[in-house]
């Protein structure tokens, strides 16, 4: 089991430019989160798909953020346009829906906004 | 809403037991995790207990659960090096649609020599 990918590791982009993190989840899971990690805030849910269908984008800061989820095996977080506050790990995780329902995380992407 | 707390920050020496604290407020039942945060690496998970348990115990890591204090805590023995890393405590109510877990804000541990 190759655990759930995302690439890219690391992004640099210039304030304004467009930003798409992506995420490969674990083969067989049906849920699947984006996270955003800061030293400030700590870890912060952002939205959760279920189903590829989205259930919960309350944690989407602003409408700059959007994520989608074409099919149960891809997913991407994109921020239009990007912000230097936005610098963070942005994490994917992915579980199998049910009592214990464990997430699994991939190593995230650390994105700085100059 | 959910809430879940900790302790910033943690040292202990090498050799030495590690315990890392955890409070929580959700009533109802619940799974409550631990996961370990290496650097530059995602969150792993470690353990988890179901709220009728009081104790778990997994080769040097134990878990303990006061349900009546909401209380949760991680042993770690024989503390190691490797085991340097931030710990996120995370609770899931039973109930619910969303299979959504609320973190802390997770707690470093130091391990020295």
């Known amino acids: 089991d190759a655990g759930v990918i995302q690439s890219p590791r690391h992004e640099v982009t210039e304030m304004g430019q467009e930003v798409t993190l992506r995420c490969k989840p674990i083969?067989?899971?049906?849920?699947l989160f984006w996270y955003r990690q800061t030293m400030m805030r700590g870890l912060e849910l952002l939205i959760y798909f279920n189903n590829n269908v989205p259930i919960d984008d309350s944690g989407m800061p602003e409408d700059r953020f959007s994520a989608k989820m074409p099919n149960a095996s891809f997913s991407t977080l994109k921020i239009q346009p990007s912000e230097p506050r936005d610098s963070a790990v942005y994490f994917c995780?992915?579980?199998?829906?049910?009592?214990?329902?464990?997430?699994?995380f991939g190593n995230g992407t650390r994105l700085t906004v100059t | 809403g959910e809430d879940v707390e900790q302790s910033l920050f943690l040292s202990v020496r090498e050799g030495d037991s590690s315990v890392i604290n955890c409070t929580y407020t959700d009533s109802s039942s619940t799974y409550l995790y631990w996961y370990k945060q290496e650097p530059g690496a995602g969150l792993q998970l470690l353990t988890y207990i179901f709220s009728n348990m009081d104790m778990k115990q997994d080769q040097r890591l134990t878990v303990l659960l006061n349900k009546k204090d909401k209380h949760l805590s991680l042993r770690i023995a024989d503390t190691q090096t490797g085991d340097s890393a931030i710990y996120f405590c995370a609770e899931k109510p039973i109930t619910g649609t969303a299979s959504k877990l609320t973190f802390g804000t997770g707690t470093r541990l130091q391990v020295t020599l």
């Open positions: 083969s067989g899971h049906n849920s």
């Open positions: 995780a992915s579980s199998y829906e049910g009592a214990v329902s464990p997430l699994h």
